[in-house]
């Protein structure tokens, strides 16, 4: 089976696109500026321009699948994380609508549809829930996040009636130390200075970047599995909870608390991202079968964090 991934080239998208092609599929990533990032051998890359179907939407006829993982950092790629001015919250939604469209034209211009369509989504859907336990039949939140998840699902809600199966990748934090959350968490208990972030009893739904990967696949190659799921690992913490697995791991303290103004000060609405989280579990995964091979926190942090 072919499958092509957009956004294939970012931390999630990577490591799948090296998982799949050593399982035997042929993998081809779509990228704005190809060559610019090395990908392992028997990965092939081509062009798109992120909003069109342009050069690329013929590699849907057949045997294939697609896994549309574009979009851009919700955080941004530098640090301090960029904050959300208005400018910026419209390129985040607008670069998953594009997304969205492109692969709705390449569905529809397709002889034979594709097998499935993996859409990416994230927990933000269901906005900040406190210590509610969230499956994936919970409803959407009303924050800036839950309403960015809800138009980036709606995006390629037309390929449905043209009879492919869809599943919508619901992704909590995902863990590794190659790029996204955990490289910024571990930066201060390393430094001395890890403490509780706001209240701390806002919930981590971590999930390590391997069990990540093999829950894509799962879904990808389990006809049964359509609609929504959760990504996440069965036992998420609270941040205080994580955090203090993280400085044991570090063998660092865990003591300095960052009030709530503060980071509300320095982040403005981008705060959200660490204030508040989502008690999600992955009641959908579990129901089909899934095995995760990290359910502990201290387990996921140990394999990412030994020297």
Same mark, same amino acid.
């Given at each position: 089976?072919?499958?092509?991934?957009?956004?294939?080239?970012? @931390?999630?998208?990577?490591? &799948?696109?090296?998982?799949?092609?050593?399982?035997?599929?042929?993998?081809?990533? &779509?990228? *704005?500026?190809?060559?610019?990032?090395?990908?392992?051998?028997?990965? /092939?890359?081509?062009?798109?321009?992120? %909003?069109? +179907?342009?050069?690329?939407?013929?590699?849907?006829?057949?045997?294939?699948?697609?896994?549309? =993982?574009?979009?851009?950092?919700?955080?941004?790629?530098?640090?301090?994380?960029?904050?959300?001015?208005? +400018? *910026?919250?419209?390129?985040? @939604?607008?670069? *998953?609508?594009? +997304?969205?469209?492109?692969?709705?034209?390449?569905?529809?211009?397709?002889?034979?549809?594709?097998?499935?369509?993996?859409? $990416?989504?994230?927990?933000?859907?269901?906005?900040?829930?406190? $210590? !509610?336990?969230?499956?994936?039949?919970?409803?959407?939140?009303?924050?800036?996040?839950?309403?960015?998840?809800?138009?980036?699902?709606?995006?390629?809600?037309?390929?449905?009636?043209?009879?492919?199966?869809?599943?919508?990748?619901?992704?909590?934090? #995902?863990?590794?130390?190659?790029?996204?959350? &955990?490289?910024?968490?571990?930066?201060?208990? %390393?430094?001395?200075?890890?403490?509780?972030?706001? $209240?701390?009893?806002?919930?981590?739904?971590?999930?390590?970047?391997?069990?990540?990967?093999?829950?894509?696949?799962? =879904?990808?190659?389990?006809?049964?599995?359509?609609?929504?799921?959760?990504?996440?690992?069965?036992?998420? =913490?609270?941040? %205080?909870?994580?955090?203090? !697995? &993280?400085?044991?791991? =570090? /063998?660092?303290?865990?003591?300095?608390?960052?009030?709530?103004?503060?980071?509300?000060?320095?982040?403005?609405?981008?705060?959200?991202? #660490?204030?508040?989280?989502?008690?999600?579990?992955?009641?959908?995964?579990?129901? @089909?079968?899934?095995?995760?091979?990290?359910?502990?926190? *201290?387990?996921?942090?140990?394999?990412?964090?030994?020297?």
């Amino acid at each position: 089976m072919r499958v092509i991934i957009t956004g294939g080239t970012g @931390l999630i998208g990577a490591a &799948l696109a090296q998982n799949l092609a050593q399982a035997g599929y042929e993998v081809v990533v &779509l990228s *704005r500026n190809p060559g610019t990032r090395p990908l392992p051998a028997g990965i /092939k890359v081509e062009k798109w321009d992120g %909003k069109t +179907a342009a050069h690329w939407g013929h590699l849907v006829n057949g045997n294939s699948a697609i896994i549309n =993982l574009a979009g851009e950092n919700i955080a941004g790629s530098g640090f301090p994380p960029a904050r959300w001015t208005a +400018a *910026r919250k419209q390129r985040i @939604l607008q670069s *998953r609508l594009d +997304a969205g469209t492109a692969v709705v034209q390449a569905i529809e211009q397709a002889t034979e549809k594709p097998k499935v369509l993996l859409q $990416s989504s994230a927990v933000g859907y269901y906005g900040p829930r406190g $210590s !509610e336990i969230i499956t994936a039949a919970a409803p959407a939140g009303n924050d800036f996040l839950a309403d960015v998840c809800v138009q980036w699902e709606r995006a390629t809600d037309a390929v449905v009636p043209m009879g492919v199966r869809r599943v919508l990748l619901r992704t909590g934090v #995902v863990l590794s130390m190659k790029g996204g959350a &955990l490289p910024l968490m571990a930066l201060p208990i %390393k430094l001395f200075a890890g403490g509780p972030l706001g $209240s701390g009893q806002q919930y981590v739904p971590w999930i390590h970047l391997e069990d990540e990967v093999r829950a894509i696949r799962f =879904l990808l190659e389990h006809e049964e599995a359509s609609g929504p799921f959760n990504l996440t690992a069965p036992n998420p =913490l609270t941040y %205080k909870e994580f955090g203090k !697995e &993280l400085a044991a791991v =570090l /063998k660092r303290p865990f003591f300095l608390p960052t009030p709530a103004f503060a980071l509300k000060l320095a982040l403005g609405e981008m705060a959200t991202i #660490v204030l508040d989280g989502q008690r999600a579990v992955p009641d959908g995964l579990q129901a @089909l079968g899934f095995s995760f091979k990290y359910t502990q926190a *201290r387990a996921a942090l140990e394999d990412l964090l030994r020297t």
